[in-house]
């Protein structure tokens, strides 16, 4: 079984600061990695996801994430963050194969931008 | 990305009657589709794998005399809470998986279903 470690439930910062949410994961396979955004009363959004190549993933506003594997880690940055990128951010992981491609998510960590 | 959309965004239903959600792939094929219900403040809870064609894998706990879902086709799964009670109020989201990206799984909007 797969189990996914957001250890900041909450994570306050101000506007133009850099930010890390951190991701860890333990499983006794491969794994793909994910991170969804969740804005209030909406849905998730596929923010970025690794699953094989490069370790350094981008998503198109800014955010970064790094698979370490040594590690199990999967941490999601920015180097500025914006108001409007207040939300619940969730880390998931999915095995590369069997499991019938179930997502196991993190329990989420709440970004909350202040001016 | 690929789109996923859900039907109703929001519903308010009296004790005892089903309410059934939609969830569409809007722009791909989805032969798994998933439905979550997720609590305030809380991560998502998987409650049932719906592949097209085939009857619906649920979760450990999950009651699938309560919580009907069908998959009638590659782009629409439905979930039908039946005889809801206040305590099945909660958000749902479904999601679809993409075969063309892996298996990434898109996730719709969700649903606010609130029992009176």
């Given amino acids: 079984a797969q189990s996914v470690t957001q250890l900041d439930s909450q994570v306050p910062v101000f506007e133009e600061a850099p930010v890390e949410l951190r991701c860890n994961y333990s499983s006794s396979v491969s794994v793909y990695l994910f991170w969804y955004v969740q804005y209030p009363n909406q849905g998730l959004q596929l923010l970025l996801k690794y699953l094989s190549g490069s370790t350094l993933v981008e998503s198109i506003n800014g955010f970064e994430a790094e698979f370490n594997k040594s590690q199990t880690s999967f941490h999601l940055r920015k180097p500025s963050v914006h108001i409007s990128d207040t939300a619940e951010y969730f880390c998931a992981v999915r095995r590369l194969t069997g499991g019938g491609n179930k997502l196991t998510f993190g329990t989420g960590t709440q970004l909350k931008v202040e001016l | 990305g690929a789109v996923v959309s859900q039907h109703p965004s929001r519903v308010i239903c009296k004790s005892g009657t089903s309410v059934k959600i939609e969830c569409r792939s809007l722009d791909f094929q989805a032969t798994t589709m998933f439905w979550y219900r997720q609590f305030p403040k809380k991560s998502l809870m998987l409650m049932a794998t719906s592949n097209e064609g085939?009857?619906?894998?649920?979760?450990?706990?999950?009651?699938?005399?309560?919580?009907?879902?069908?998959?009638?086709?590659?782009t629409l799964s439905t979930l039908t809470v039946t005889s809801a009670h206040p305590e099945d109020s909660s958000f749902y989201i479904c999601s679809a998986s993409d075969p063309a990206s892996t298996d990434t799984q898109y996730f719709g909007p969700g649903t606010r279903l609130t029992v009176l």
């Fill in chain 2, 54 to 74: 085939s009857k619906a894998t649920y979760e450990q706990g999950v009651e699938k005399d309560k919580f009907l879902i069908n998959h009638a086709s590659l």
